[in-house]
T-cell receptor, first 112, second 116 residues
Framework: AQSVSQHNHHVILSEAASLELGCNYS??????LFWYVQYPGQHLQLLLK??????LVKGIKGFEAEFIKSKFSFNLRKPSVQWSDTAEYFC??????????FGKGTRLSVIA | GAVVSQHPSRVICKSGTSVKIECRSL??????MFWYRQFPKQSLMLMAT?????????EQGVEKDKFLINHASLTLSTLTVTSAHPEDSSFYIC????????????FGDGTRLSIL
């Protein structure tokens, strides 16, 4: 079975700082990888996904993630965060025909 | 984009009550629906997976007689928490996906269940 590990529980950044949130997964086969965001009081929204091809994936709102197969990692990055990026970020993985398995989430707080 | 509607958003009821939560896909056919439970400051834990017209598949440790799931159509799944007790208080989130496993899951807004 798959499992997902997110290293940071809570990250606090100033506006314009660069962001990198770690995500590692454990599964021996082919996986699909996702990052979801949950803004305060809202439902989960898909930020970006990786199925195959270019390991550098660009998502909405200036986010990107890089799949490094050898490291079983799928870290989320953004060059310059804004106050509106304050949210909970979840990394998720699934294999073929299996439901998403989520990491514990990382809370991002962006301060002015 | 795809929209999943979950209702109600908040339920407060007495211990022993049964509570039904609805999950609807509004603009796509949800061949598969998932029910998750989220405890405070923790991740989403998958409770069960249901395919339209079939019995739900429950994760280990989830009581199927406690959490009844019905996925009668391609746009509606319901979760009924039977004889709810305070320990069932949690945030329940449904998710729906189309026919293919490489399609992303779309999430409802969640239901906060509080059992007094």
């Amino acid at each position: 079975a798959q499992s997902v590990s997110q290293h940071n529980h809570h990250v606090i950044l100033s506006e314009a700082a660069s962001l990198e949130l770690g995500c590692n997964y454990s599964y021996g086969g082919t996986v699909n990888l996702f990052w979801y965001v949950q803004y305060p009081g809202q439902h989960l929204q898909l930020l970006l996904k990786y199925f195959s091809g270019d390991p550098l994936v660009k998502g909405i709102k200036g986010f990107e993630a890089e799949f490094i197969k050898s490291k079983f990692s799928f870290n989320l990055r953004k060059p310059s965060v804004q106050w509106s990026d304050t949210a909970e970020y979840f990394c998720a993985v699934n294999a073929r025909n299996t439901p998403l398995v989520f990491g514990k989430g990382t809370r991002l707080s962006v301060i002015a | 984009g795809a929209v999943v509607s979950q209702h109600p958003s908040r339920v407060i009821c007495k211990s022993g009550t049964s509570v039904k939560i609805e999950c609807r896909s509004l603009d796509f056919q949800a061949t598969t629906m998932f029910w998750y439970r989220q405890f405070p400051k923790q991740s989403l834990m998958l409770m069960a997976t249901s395919n339209e017209g079939s019995k739900a598949t429950y994760e280990q440790g989830v009581e199927k007689d406690k959490f009844l799931i019905n996925h009668a159509s391609l746009t509606l799944s319901t979760l009924t928490v039977t004889s709810a007790h305070p320990e069932d208080s949690s945030f329940y989130i449904c998710s729906a996906r189309g026919q293919y496993s490489n399609q992303p899951q779309h999430f409802g807004d969640g239901t906060r269940l509080s059992i007094l």
